[in-house]
Nanobody
Framework: QVQLVESGGGLVQPGGSLRLSCVASGFTFSSYAMSWYRQAPGKERDRVARINSGGTTLTYADAVKGRFTISRDNAKNTVYLQMNSLKPEDTAMYYC????????WGQGTQVTVSS
């Protein structure tokens, strides 16, 4: 079955950087678009970034454009989210997602931006 395992979250000061990773298994990774979502307490889960299967088309939420970069390594079955210039409002649980015949989610990794 599909497994998505996120890592790389943590506590960082405003203006800092983190890189999230999501290792995927159980499907043909190189054939599917991948996305990162985030959910803050009491808020809806929103898509942050998406990358197509070949890594050539990237889309971002307005709130993170110019600060976050999504990328993938199809040889490693891994998708990344590089997050720079982090703000307190970026604090959330971050989830990896792939839509196969169903919607698949990882367990999430917590990102906290605070001084």
């Amino acid at each position: 079955q599909v497994q998505l395992v996120e890592s790389g979250g943590g506590l960082v000061q405003p203006g800092g950087s983190l890189r999230l990773s999501c290792v995927a298994s159980g499907f043909t990774f190189s054939s599917y678009a991948m996305s990162w979502y985030r959910q803050a307490p009491g808020k809806e889960r929103d898509r942050v970034a998406r990358i197509n299967s070949g890594g050539t088309t990237l889309t971002y939420a307005d709130a993170v454009k110019g600060r976050f970069t999504i990328s993938r390594d199809n040889a490693k079955n891994t998708v990344y989210l590089q997050m720079n210039s982090l703000k307190p409002e970026d604090t959330a649980m971050y989830y990896c997602h792939v839509l196969t015949h169903i919607s698949n989610w990882g367990q999430g990794t917590q990102v906290t931006v605070s001084s």
